[in-house]
């Protein structure tokens, strides 16, 4: 209605009218909201592959066809059947098909790898970023895990970094941490894991 209107205002003042194209609106990977950057469910064009990856494979099943329509040119028949017969298998071949789009190939067939060994097989990934933390109040090595978490950045909050850590999202050198006010010891660096993705090593800046 609105752009319709906007077409009459624009004869009104002897202007030429604009096109008018509607699209779906697509979810983001929490299957419920718009996609957005404000709401952290979106899938950047330009994010690495392993990550793009990702975060196409933790969508919802009852996205992959609407994914699959809007974001590829992909046959939708054989998606559908896939998706029908085998959910996890459907959603790697859109995960595939993405990464190539924006990256790859090799990339994708990487990423795929990657995604396999990580979140399928319980492995660590190769490639880590690591992070010496030079905030005067972590020199001296140790800190909570609460303040750790929001620290590096793996939660927004205290509040985000208190719901992964009793949710049992939080794990530091391979082993799950039930204690957000738990000290933490950084004069070795240590391995912090949140969820299944996303990892860092970090240590004090001595």
Known sequence: FNLLMGRRLQRKYDLPEQDVLTLPLLEGTDGVHKMSKSLGNYIGLTEKPEVMYGKIMS???????????LLTDFPLGKMEVSAKKDPRAAKMELARTIVEMYHNKKDAKKAEDEFVRVVSQGGVPEKIPALALNNKRFLAGQVTLLDLLVETKMASSKSEARRLVEQGGVRINEKRQSDPLKTIDLSDEILLQVGKRKYLKVRSNK
């Open 59 to 69: 969508i919802p099943d009852n996205l992959i066809m609407k994914y699959a329509e």
